[in-house]
C-alpha cells in the first residue's frame, strides 16, 4: 500500500509539471476544471459533442464510466487526445482527488483511454478549421504530430518565442506526440522561424 502511494504522488507530480511547463499556451492541452470542458480536445474541437453516450465498448469502459463521471461530467475527459502514459498519470492524479479506481485497474483503465481518446482518435461534433501552415523542413511534422490531437489553428494564432515553443513540443511529446529524437529540434526551429515571437531579455 506504501509504494502503491508513493505511486500516486509521483504520478500526480509528474502531470502537474508536464501541465505547468506549457502555460506559455493559451489553447494548449490542459485539464480543464472539473465543472465545464474545456482547452485541452477543446478549441476548434468537439464543441458539439453528441448526446449518446460518449464513452465506446472496451475493457475498462465500466470502471471509467462509473469512477471519472462521480465527480464531473464526461466532456472533461473525452475532449481530451493522450497517450497511454499520459492518461496513466492522470489517472493517479484523479485518485488522489477522491476518484475511486482500485490499484489493479488502473492499467486496464489507462489501456481504454488511449484507446478511446488517444491521439488521432477522432473528436465528435464540429470538425477542425483548416488550416494551411507555412512551407517550410518541419511543416510535415508539425502537420502530423500536432494535428494527431487538435486543430492546427492553434499553432498559428498565436506568437511564441522558441523557448515557449520547446517547452510546448515537450509537453505535446508527453501527451503522445509521435515526435521524437532530431524531429524535436527541426519541429521547434520551423515553429518559432514561422510562428515565433521575439524573445525578451530578461533582467
Not at 465506446?56 to 466532456?75: F, L, M, R, W, Y
Not at 506526440?177 to 525578451?200: I, M
Request: aromatic letters at 6%; a neutral charge; glycine letters at 12%.
Amino acid at each position: 500500500m506504501q509504494k502503491y502511494l508513493v505511486s500516486l504522488a509521483a504520478a500526480g507530480a509528474i502531470l502537474g509539471l508536464a501541465l505547468s511547463v506549457g502555460a506559455q499556451q493559451p489553447a494548449a492541452p490542459q485539464h480543464p476544471p472539473a465543472a465545464a470542458p474545456a482547452a485541452p480536445g477543446g478549441g476548434s474541437f468537439g464543441a458539439n459533442a453528441p448526446a449518446a453516450s460518449p464513452f465506446p465498448d472496451g475493457p475498462g469502459k465500466e470502471i471509467v464510466s462509473v469512477a471519472c463521471t462521480q465527480c464531473h461530467g464526461p466532456n472533461v475527459f473525452t475532449q481530451l487526445r493522450m497517450g497511454e502514459n499520459a492518461w496513466r498519470a492522470q489517472i493517479y492524479d484523479m485518485i488522489l482527488r477522491g476518484a475511486q479506481i482500485g490499484p489493479n485497474d488502473i492499467d486496464t483503465a489507462a489501456k481504454y483511454m488511449a484507446t478511446s481518446y488517444g491521439p488521432g482518435v477522432p473528436f465528435p461534433g464540429q470538425q477542425p478549421v483548416k488550416v494551411t501552415l507555412a512551407d517550410g523542413q518541419g511543416k510535415e511534422l508539425v502537420e502530423g504530430g500536432c494535428a494527431l490531437c487538435h486543430g492546427l489553428d492553434r499553432v498559428v494564432d498565436t506568437k511564441r518565442t522558441k523557448d515557449q515553443w520547446q517547452t510546448i513540443v515537450n509537453r505535446m511529446i508527453f501527451f503522445g506526440s509521435p515526435v521524437s529524437g532530431d524531429q524535436v529540434t527541426t519541429v521547434v526551429n520551423y515553429l518559432a522561424s514561422n510562428y515565433g515571437a521575439t524573445q525578451t531579455a530578461t533582467k
